[in-house]
């Protein structure tokens, strides 16, 4: 099932299913269950598929992208978090800062988790019964601030307004088949600029969530950046950043499309 977050033409923010992303279903219930109905509904627009209670993100977790930014991988996953205040939606803007502030920002293709319960000390073999779906997530980063800005900031250069476009909808794990990865492609103004598959990550699905859950409580609706394949505007010769006007487009297989104009 593919469950959105819309807004409808009368303004009400609904839960629905679709397949498409254009004929929708209204979804009765929670994260934690929905139950699916025949009623029909109307989107004025699609809204970001979870506004979660927290967003983890995992750096250097393909090994592609540890060999291009000539670090090593260590024994523990490298987690960030980001606030909810950078999530918007597929189709919205991803805002630029102030030249002043910085001038490197940079997309990042990722595949995001979405907790449906309650986790906390969840065992390895137990993470699927915790684990809504996933869905598609763009961790935009300031690579200024993230290597030099005031102490090699990983936080604020993640957190910037509309730095963390997720979409279209969350995909159930049942209608997804995950025996040779998914296959994650970004392109920048229809170049393709990264190309990867989920099975390339260092640390798993299962393994993170195993992490996470070991020192918090992963609410329902938190989400979980799993980390971005080589290919990032960083890693160009030259390096090409982002400029007002671009277009970001990020497919993996079996979750659809996330599309974002620069602004």
Avoid at 10 to 34: C, H, I, T
Avoid at 105 to 110: A, N, S
Avoid at 141 to 148: H, I
């Amino acid at each position: 099932m593919k469950i959105h977050r819309i807004e409808t033409n009368s303004g009400d923010v609904r839960w629905a299913s679709s397949e498409n992303s254009k004929d929708f279903y209204l979804l009765n219930g929670s994260l934690e269950s929905f139950t699916e109905t025949t009623e029909v509904v109307a989107a004025k627009k699609i809204l970001p598929p979870v506004i979660p209670p927290a967003v983890y993100i995992i750096g250097y977790n393909y090994a592609t992208n540890v060999e291009q930014a000539r670090v090593e991988a260590g024994s523990y996953p490298v987690v960030v978090m980001k606030a909810t205040s950078t999530i918007i939606a597929t189709g919205d803007s991803i805002d630029l800062p102030n030249p002043s502030t910085s001038e490197q920002i940079d997309y990042e293709g990722e595949l995001a988790i979405v907790i449906g319960k309650r986790a906390k000390d969840v065992p390895a073999d137990s993470v699927s019964e915790y684990i809504l779906g996933y869905t598609i997530a763009n961790d935009v980063t300031a690579r200024d601030w993230q290597q030099g800005g005031a102490g090699n900031q990983w936080v604020r250069s993640k957190n910037f307004d509309t730095f963390c476009p997720l979409g279209p909808a969350i995909v159930t794990t049942d209608s997804l088949n995950f025996d040779d990865g998914l296959m994650i492609r970004t392109w920048l103004n229809k170049e393709l600029r990264q190309e990867d598959t989920t099975a390339s990550m260092i640390f798993t699905i299962e393994e993170l969530v195993v992490h996470l859950s070991a020192s918090n409580t992963l609410l329902p609706g938190t989400v979980i950046l799993t980390g971005t394949p080589a290919g990032t505007g960083k890693q160009q010769d030259p390096p090409a950043y982002l400029k007002t006007g671009d277009s970001i487009t990020i497919e993996i297989d079996g979750l659809g499309v996330l599309e974002n104009i620069v602004s």
